[in-house]
């Protein structure tokens, strides 16, 4: 806390603590590029600026694009970008006023099931769908086929009655028993 600088005026693009002098003072070179986004928020950096004017968080500088091994620290400063960005993106999309009843709360409120029962339940569904889905993608030609396939859709029954124990289990007794 003794690097706080105290009773600065506090501007949006200046950091609130005292930085190291070379990291302070040193203005990217011209190899180095810096960030145009902001990785948290997404929201563009202003011209000179080193902090994010939303959130606060540092910009990062970008490594040069003939520089050693700036492969993988360009692709990965990249995928945060772009992952922030979609995510802003995400909160700007209206959904329809129905898709709430799909928030796993919502499901659990409406089955009455305990979160570790409801995850239980929902993997037994899956299980279910996966011995179906093993019937609609596979067709046997001979016996050998046909007994192949069963024992599939015998495993997926079998995980989906397990996860279904499981779900019972892990249910908890109500007060009227």
């Known amino acids: 806390m003794a690097e706080v600088a105290q009773d600065a005026q506090q501007e949006f693009w200046r950091s609130p603590a005292v930085l190291e002098p070379a990291v302070e003072t040193a203005p990217p070179s011209a190899a180095?590029?810096?960030?145009?986004?902001c990785?948290?928020?997404?929201s563009e950096f202003m011209i000179g600026a080193r902090f994010c004017h939303t959130c606060g968080l540092r910009r990062p500088v970008l490594a040069a694009a003939g520089a050693e091994g700036s492969g993988m620290a360009?692709?990965?400063?990249?995928?945060?970008?772009?992952?922030g960005s979609a995510a802003a993106a995400g909160r700007k999309i209206p959904f329809p006023?129905?898709?709430?009843y799909l928030h796993f709360h919502e499901i659990k409120r409406w089955v009455g099931l305990p979160t570790a029962a409801l995850i239980a339940f929902m993997?037994?569904?899956?299980?279910?769908?996966?011995a179906i889905g093993v019937s609609l993608f596979y067709k046997a030609s001979n016996l050998a086929e046909f007994q192949a396939i069963q024992m599939w859709?015998?495993?997926w029954l079998l995980a989906a009655t397990a996860s279904f124990v499981a779900g019972i289990l892990l249910k908890k007794p109500s007060d009227n028993q």
């Open 39 to 42: 990785a948290d928020c997404a």
């Open 153 to 155: 859709r015998i495993e």
């Open 97 to 100: 006023d129905w898709l709430h």
């Open 74 to 83: 360009g692709l990965w400063t990249w995928a945060r970008t772009w992952a």
């Open 32 to 37: 180095q590029q810096m960030a145009d986004a």
């Open 123 to 130: 993997i037994g569904l899956g299980c279910v769908a996966g």
